[in-house]
């Protein structure tokens, strides 16, 4: 694949330096006769062409072959340069629109190899492919979360299916890149660095091995976070094990494939129906959905019970519990403030980085179905049950 990379990109760059020679040539061809034309055609006396500009109008009118008609050659020398001009500028007007049109060509087939860099910002990146995947899209479309958002799919999946994709899923911004994610030149193609989300699958696309599915899991989550630590990233495993690495990149959100299959079994067994209530909430159909959305202002510092009763009340909506934010501690906070040597030549070493460093990351503690008088913090976010997302 790589090597197909590299002889695109060695054609692609023949094409263009062969555009820029043929430009040269055709606007030295059309500047030659239109001084050549000049020369002549000032001797004579009935001319209409009377400045090295009208040459110039008569020589693109004539390469171009627009044939106006209001400045033409009379005299011998001005008819030859003419006809030269007729047999040279002409051709290479024709050859220099085919060149720009394969260039076009060129570009479109490296689009659809997944092999053009994507210029995009604000977009979700999906890395990898699995039979889950799709249910990610279906997803996203649910729970309202496309909209205009350009998403782009790096994995190893061939065109046709790409291609199928793209018709099952036109509604999308849907941008493809092939690739290993893993590479951060891959991840530089996909503008990681202008991303809002990375979603990491537990990938079976271009015949890697599934025993190692979960360390390039981890290998892409680390290097994510190198190029972009910013961007918010969530990750597949296949094995919970393999947890704590995730962790250790900061990965904000990790789900573990199959981690709860022995509770809901359980469940079953002590409480039948039950499973399928669960499963029901999870479903990507007109059906209640959970949801983190922002409490009003006016309820912070007031109870769980008067929230409870609002969203009930006016927006229909059944309050879960709270996701209580712990924002990161960033290494300049644990400084002191006087003007110690050691804390100034901290402080110095950090902006030469142009990067923040955190002591801990950020954190989410769960609080769900909490007692009645719960007081709200402006940290907590509602967790509540229904339809549409609450206003």
């Known amino acids: 694949m790589f090597s197909l990379m590299k002889r695109l990109k060695f054609l692609t760059g023949l094409v263009r330096q062969r555009s820029v020679l043929i430009v040269i040539m055709t606007l030295s061809v059309i500047i030659l006769s239109s001084v050549g034309v000049h020369y002549f055609e000032q001797q004579a006396a009935d001319s209409n062409i009377h ?31 003419g006809f030269a001009l007729m047999f040279f500028g002409v051709g290479m ?64 999946l061939s065109v046709d299916e790409i291609e199928s994709l793209r018709l099952k899923y036109k509604k999308f911004n849907l941008k493809f890149l092939r690739g290993d994610y893993v590479r951060e030149d891959v991840l530089q193609r996909a503008d990681i660095a202008g991303a809002r989300f990375a979603v990491i699958m537990a990938d079976v696309s271009g015949g890697h091995s599934r025993e190692r599915t979960d360390e390039r899991t981890a290998l892409a989550a680390l290097t994510i976070k190198y190029l972009a630590p910013h961007v918010k990233t969530i990750a597949e495993l296949l094995d919970g094990e393999n947890r704590q690495h995730l962790k250790r990149a900061h990965v904000e959100e990790i789900i573990v494939r199959g981690e709860h299959i022995g509770s809901l079994l359980a469940t079953a067994v002590k409480s039948p129906g039950l499973p399928r209530l669960i499963s029901g909430m999870l479903s990507l159909g007109d059906t209640n959905k959970f949801w983190r959305v922002e ?26 519990g709270f996701l209580k934010d ?48 719960y007081s709200i913090g402006p940290e907590d976010y509602a967790v509540v049950l229904s339809r549409a997302i609450p206003k």
């Open 295 to 320: 409490i009003p202002k006016t309820f912070i510092g007031r109870t769980f019970q008067e929230l409870s009763t609002y969203y009930r009340e006016k927006q229909r909506a059944i309050l879960i």
């Open 51 to 81: 400045s090295v500009w009208d040459g110039i109008w008569w020589a693109v009118v004539t390469v171009a072959t627009v044939g106006y008609g209001d400045r033409f050659p009379i005299s011998v020398g001005g008819r030859i340069v």
């Open 93 to 156: 007007m024709s050859l220099l629109t085919a060149t720009i049109a394969s260039i076009f060509v060129e570009k479109k087939i490296m689009e659809d190899k997944g092999l053009e860099t994507v210029k995009v910002k604000d977009h979700l990146i999906i890395c990898g492919w699995n039979q889950h995947t799709e249910e990610v899209l279906a997803g996203l479309t649910a729970y309202g979360l496309t909209g205009d958002a350009p998403i782009v799919l790096i994995n190893e």
């Open 326 to 373: 712990k924002k990161a501690m960033k290494l300049e906070d644990l400084l002191s403030d006087n003007t110690s040597v050691i804390d100034n030549f901290i402080r110095e070493k950090i902006r030469e980085t142009k990067k923040d460093f955190y002591y801990e990351k950020d954190e989410a503690r769960i609080v769900v179905n909490p007692a009645g008088d």
